[in-house]
């Protein structure tokens, strides 16, 4: 059966679009006259590690900002937060596909000191998979990323003990981070798979989750 022509009219068009917005976020990112040395070790990098590209906001506005300028700043790393880099494209391909891949890591400053965790084995990973089911949200199918995550941790063995959070609601979640606090054995990792939204009025995003 062949496709629709529409149809695939249609998907050629997006993946267009595809490499052309991921070109043009891996110019502004990485302007090949700012960056050229940078870009040459990170080629350089061993066959054997990882690569990652970090991507770190601090929304903090500065001194005597007023309560519009946080607002504005909020909203400005939420954005930055937000955009697709995942997509960027540096003319030959894209950074997170190929024989070494690149990996994005968004991060947000730690203004506070915590203490050093003493990890050892084994590994408690709490594994939530919300599925919102309302007008606000579409639904997301939980076995998209719970399957691979599984998978790939079913091979560890006894260094890792993965646990499905259910039902994944907010209640839940904090009586489970109680429980296993006050067992001795809180969770190392908590993994959520879900939806996310931006709300502009108070210049945040947030997580869709289960009622």
């Known amino acids: 059966m062949w496709p629709n022509p529409l149809v695939a009219d249609r998907a ?3 993946e267009a679009n ?3 917005w991921g070109k043009a976020l891996h110019a502004v990112a990485l302007p090949l006259a700012a960056t050229a ?5 990170w080629a350089g990098v061993e066959a054997g590690a990882s690569r990652r590209f970090s991507v770190s906001v601090d929304d903090s506005p500065l001194h005597g900002a007023s309560e519009a300028e946080e607002k504005l700043a909020q909203e400005a790393a939420t954005a930055l937060l937000a955009l697709p880099w995942e997509l960027l494209h540096n003319g030959d391909g894209f950074l997170f596909q190929g024989a070494r891949p690149s990996r994005v890591r968004r991060r947000l400053p730690n203004k506070r000191t915590l203490a050093v965790p003493v990890v050892a084995p084994p590994i408690r990973v709490l594994l939530i998979s919300a599925r919102p089911e ?3 949200c579409s639904y ?3 076995r998209a ?5 599984v998978a790939a941790t079913e091979e560890l063995g006894e260094v890792l003990q993965l646990t499905l959070l259910h039902p994944a609601t907010y209640p839940a979640l904090e009586a489970e981070l109680a429980r296993a606090q006050q067992a001795g054995e809180p969770y190392h990792v908590v993994h959520f798979d879900g939806h ?3 709300d502009r009025r108070v210049g945040l995003g947030g997580l869709c989750r289960a009622a």
């Open 196 to 198: 996310g939204v931006y």
């Open 134 to 136: 309302d007008d606000a």
């Open 37 to 41: 040395n940078v870009l040459q070790a």
């Open 145 to 149: 990323s719970a399957l691979p995550l």
């Open 140 to 142: 997301l199918d939980h």
């Open 12 to 14: 050629r068009q997006v």
């Open 18 to 20: 595809l490499i052309a």
